[in-house]
């Protein structure tokens, strides 16, 4: 049996009409399945949460998320144990940045295709933000300051529909960063890496936390991240000036702005982000509030990834 759980509103309501394509190859094909449409935000959660509250050795479950980027990280943070889960993933959002770094099929035909096909999961590891006393998975990464600056505005903006009628809603990501560009204030942050690597940065315009190559859209921002490594990729972008971010950003898309002078790439299985001032945090792509410090830690938890 496989469980859909599937965002009808994903790249601005086309993911429902998408959906209806594939539901249509499921009858033909005689699979048994279940469908579950997420109706606000956050619901990828729950549903999720009481799909796979009786996931066990004897009793695996299939969980495919039908939907963006940000659907992932809501179906895999309602998973409480993520050991007895299959995971499948078909795109229907407008970034695409997972299946970018999993090299997944970026059609949802074939992305469907491959989960039927009955081919052997590979683990992929799972990371865990933790704010405050709540803590939630995520697949890609999650960062603070300009990229989630981005990211909030991107899921805002009138433009992201515009830019997805006509077919070229990745676009709306690179507008969006020039634009934010021009009014931020880089700002001090301190991280702590497994316990003891301390580095403090006076002017920083980001920092994401990778367990994947690429975010925003396709910058190769970490270009050596595995999903499967067991390990996170940090990237510190700080004390640039902003004519040379502008330089550096396009070139991130091919994972060379790693020369710039300014550009800080860590590894490790575990960050406290400490940010002197209140920042906006991304998770995937999807705003996690307003932040000052947050932690992110990779441990044990892997899922069975179809890919
Ligand atoms: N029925 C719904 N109506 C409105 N928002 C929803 C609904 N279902 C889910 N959401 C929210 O929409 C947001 C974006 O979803 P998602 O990432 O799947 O699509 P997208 O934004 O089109 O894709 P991408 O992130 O790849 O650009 C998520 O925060 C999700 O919780």
Redesign the pocket.
Known sequence: MYYFIV??????GKGALIWKGLEGILNERNIEYKTFF???????VLLSESITSDAAPENPVTLIAV?????IQ?VLSGVRDLSYITFGYIPT????DFCRGMKLPAEPGEALDLILSGCRPHPMDVPVLTCGTGSSHFAISCGIGFDAGVCHEV?VTPMKKILNRIGLGKLVYLFVALKQLLFLKPSPMTLVMDDDNVQQFSKVYFTAVMNQKYEGGGFKFCPNASPSDGYLDVIVVDSLSKPKVLCCLPTAFFGKHTIFHGIHIFRCKKIDIHSDLALPVHKD??SAGILKEFSVSIGAAQVRMIS
């Open positions: 965002n009808p509103n994903s790249r601005s997420t109706e606000y935000r956050g619901h990828a939907g963006g980027d940000g659907t809501e959002g407008s970034g695409n899921s792509g999807e």
